[in-house]
Structures are given as C-alpha cells and as structure tokens.
C-alpha cells in the first residue's frame, strides 16, 4: 500500500525540515511512503526547505485557504494513487512519530478515516483541555463534536483537530463546499456516510501567544463553529431540525387559541383577548409551515444522497487506471 504524508503550510520554515526528517521512513503494511507538502501563499522559504528535505511540493506563492488546498491535495492523493493519505499540521504542533496509529487501523481494514483526539490524554485516557488552548475554542470543540455526535447517533470527542488518516473510500466519498476550513465539514460528511470511524488520543502542543492562522478571532471563531453547529443540523438532519425550530411557535400558538377558545366557551366572547387568538394562530401558522419545510427538506436529502453517490462513482471512474 502506498501512504502520502500530507502537509498543508504557510510560513512554516522554522519547522517543516524538523516535521519531514521525523516522519517514519517505515510503516508495517506500507511499501512507500511519500511526503507532499502543499505551500499556501507562504512568504518564507517553506518550499524550498521542505523540497530539501525530500518531499514533493504544491502549491504557491497565492494563499487560498485551508478549505480549497485540501480539495487540492485530496484530488493530487487520489490522481496519483495512493492508498491512504494521513494530513499533519507543518507547526510541529503534533508528534509525527504518531503517523503510524493512523495507517495501521486502516492497514487492518478495521477504519475507513482515523481522527485525532487532543481532548483525551494517551496516557491515562482521562479527558482533558490542552495546555494553553483557550476556554473558548476548547468548549466550541466540545458542542461540535457533541452535535456532529448528535447527528450521526456516535459518540466523538474531537472533530476539527487536522491530523487524520484516510483510506481511499473516505477520499472518495469527501465533497467539501466550505472555502474556510474543512475539519468539521468533513467529518460530516463521513460520519452521514457511515464510514468506520476510530478516534486515536495524541499529544498535542499549543504555542503560548501563537496566534492560529485559522482562528484569528476568538468572537469570530465562536460564530463560525456556531453557525457550521447549525448548518450541520439543517443539511444533515431536516426533519429533525424544522420540527424543533417548528415546536415552539406551534406550541405556544396552540396554547393561546386554546385559551381564547375556552375563554369564547364561558363567556361567548373573544374579547378582549382576540390579539392572542391572532397570534395564536400567526404563531400556529408559522410552526405548521417550519414542519412542511422539514419534510420538503427531508426528500431534498434523498435526492442529495442519490447526487453524492452518484459524485463519489464519477470520482473513482476518473482515477481508474
């Protein structure tokens, strides 16, 4: 089997020699192993180091961001043929010593994509929140994961962390639509598509004062993991989500009708409370129309699911030698 050790960077010159020299030149099930560094608009010397020290290089001088260069090196993975294709940040920020525990579950045929956990210590299997991430992105780490969990009836622990393994049916099957990062999305889309999914505890180093190329705003980031919460639920889960958003306005309209029913049944008048009978009824109104655009919704899945096999077929018909 054949195994891409990928690196996505930006201005990593003071650690990609160091992250390529401590990849494992041998892995038991792996007859090649080929480093690809995929350069992201970097300003410093990050491609040149990392071509010195062997590896394969991508990209260029334009940044177009984390989400887009993975669509790009997932289809160069697949293009070239390789069997499975592990991702590891160039900052150093994870062991590339740990590679190996995520080759060898998918090596077995035991997963399809093997994600790292940071909030679980190896050691002793306790969870914990790194040393210096913050409060935080370690907290909107933990509602992500709990709704991605939510959503595909697992239970995760981590599902933004980028250091991960894929075989070639995860690769496949990855559509990723999101142009700012692809962590989440892509975890989504292969826990909907009931992939084998293993998690590995790894130890992880968060630089005191570093500021992430990702998360340059703590406020901002906390919107973005918000709103990905919820669109999460919206594509891959309708019903679900339209009968709740339904819930309350149809509930609470019920209520008030009900109320001025009773109230017409002992005095024969709606007054004066015929404003909470309309609004009882705008509200009742509002839920039955969330509920019918959960069930519109709920078919437009089926019809989804159909166009993503249908994607995922056309992929490997492509790459078919």
Not at 200 to 207: G, I, L, N
Not at 215 to 233: C, D, E, G, H, Q
Not at 240 to 248: K, P, S
């Amino acid at each position: 089997m054949k195994l891409a050790v990928v690196s996505i960077c930006k201005d990593e010159a003071k650690t990609i020699e160091e992250l390529i020299k401590r990849i494992p030149k041998k892995i038991n099930g792996i007859k090649s192993i080929e480093v690809i560094v995929v350069n992201d608009g970097s300003t410093d010397d990050t491609s040149k180091l990392a071509a010195d020290a062997g590896s394969t290089v991508y990209g260029d001088n334009h940044s177009k961001g984390l989400a887009i260069r993975f669509r790009e090196v997932v289809n160069i993975v697949l293009e070239r043929g390789f069997d499975i294709m592990v991702n590891i940040d160039g900052d150093l920020q994870f062991k590339p010593e740990d590679i190996p525990k995520f080759v060898l579950p998918i090596v077995s045929d035991n997963a399809d994509f093997i994600a790292a956990d940071r909030f679980t210590n190896p050691k002793t299997g306790k969870s914990r929140r790194p040393v210096n991430m913050s409060f935080a992105k370690y907290y909107g780490n933990k509602a992500g994961a709990w709704t991605v969990g939510k959503l595909s009836s697992e239970k995760f622990r981590d599902v933004t962390c980028g250091f991960r393994g894929y075989n070639r049916k995860a690769l496949y099957a990855l559509n990723i639509n999101g142009t700012h990062t692809y962590t989440q999305e892509s975890f989504q889309i292969l826990a909907a598509r009931k992939m084998r999914i293993q998690s590995v505890p790894v130890e992880v180093k968060y630089f005191k004062n570093r500021q992430s190329r990702v998360v340059t705003s703590i406020p901002k980031y906390l919107a973005i993991s918000m709103l990905n919460i919820l669109r999460a639920f919206r594509d891959f889960a309708p019903l679900r989500f339209f009968v709740m958003l339904g819930a309350v306005p149809f509930t609470i309209g019920l209520l008030c009708m009900v109320f001025v029913f009773i109230h017409w049944l002992q005095f024969g008048s709606f007054s004066p409370f015929k404003f909470v009978g309309f609004t009882g009824l705008y509200l009742f109104t509002v839920g039955v129309f969330f509920w019918s655009l959960g069930l519109t919704a709920d078919m437009q899945v089926r019809i989804l699911n159909n166009q993503e096999k249908t994607y995922e077929e056309l992929r490997r018909l492509s790459h078919r030698k």
